[in-house]
């Protein structure tokens, strides 16, 4: 291929990109940009670069050109995990409240809350639970209360822009029971509210679905397995589980996949 007719293989592309599959779009680039001479590609990074940073935009081409543009700012991935034991007890209560903050743009992570929760109905963990999720008695006694970390993920929305009406961001669990089940369940229980960004969120299992086309029945461990993403730390591990629902997203992304919400509005 020359250098012109490279050249015009791109700009092609990427004027015609509005009315291509999105889906296909990550293919095609990585098509095109195989068939260029080394001299060709390195030059038209370089002028997209001059771009971008003429306009404030300090990614680099690679970064900008891999995925569609997401219909969020921000995801922010979050995963409870909570009282438990076999038979379950009642009610069940948040232990673990991790939050990362991914951007929609990068798909990187840019800040973390993570906090544990002290249980005040069952106070005492069981073996099941520590068992399951790794966490020990001294990690949350004498940690804050529900509403208390309630208030801090408040303050740390605040902090972040997160509650600028200006930025789109959007919750994402992997499954429906986290905001569908268990904080909404445990707030009436205590009577607290439940703020308005906790009532619509992506269920990465419907998300993955969508993409992939198959139902991931064991959940991440599914999800990793059919991306061949190594699993990172422990299962049900609420921080861990947060990390690898955010690395499964950034590969789906990857792909050209374009999340969107698959919560119902309350």
Request: aromatic share 10%; charged share 20%.
């Amino acid at each position: 291929v020359s250098d012109a007719s490279g050249c015009s293989m791109i700009a092609l592309l990427h004027t015609g990109a509005a009315k291509f599959p999105q889906n296909l779009l990550p293919r095609a680039r990585q098509a095109v940009c195989s068939l260029l001479p080394a001299g060709v590609l390195k030059e038209y990074s370089s002028i997209i670069s001059r771009k971008l940073a003429s306009h404030g935009f300090g990614a680099s081409m690679a970064a900008m050109s891999s995925f569609p543009p997401q219909r969020y700012h921000y995801f922010l991935v979050l995963d409870f995990e909570a009282t438990c034991d076999k038979p379950q007890i009642h009610p069940q209560e948040i232990i673990e409240f991790p939050i990362l903050k991914l951007n929609g743009r990068t798909m990187e992570i840019e800040s973390t809350f993570h906090m544990y929760v002290q249980p005040v109905v069952h106070p005492q963990l069981t073996p099941f639970c520590t068992e399951l999720t790794g966490i020990i008695q001294g990690m949350v006694d004498g940690q804050p209360s529900l509403q208390q970390v309630l208030e801090r993920v408040d303050e740390w929305m605040a902090k972040e822009g997160l509650l600028d009406p200006s930025i789109k961001s959007i919750f994402v669990t992997c499954g429906d029971w986290d905001l569908k089940v268990m904080l909404p369940g445990q707030c009436q229980y205590l009577g607290l509210p439940v703020a308005d960004y906790f009532k619509q969120w992506i269920n990465l299992k419907k998300a993955y679905s969508f993409a992939m086309g198959s139902w991931p029945k064991n959940g991440l461990l599914d999800m990793n397995k059919g991306l061949n993403l190594q699993h990172i730390g422990r299962p049900h591990s609420g921080i861990d589980d947060c990390k690898n629902i955010a690395n499964i997203m950034k590969t789906l992304a990857h792909r050209g996949f374009i999340f969107k919400q698959t919560s119902k509005p309350f």
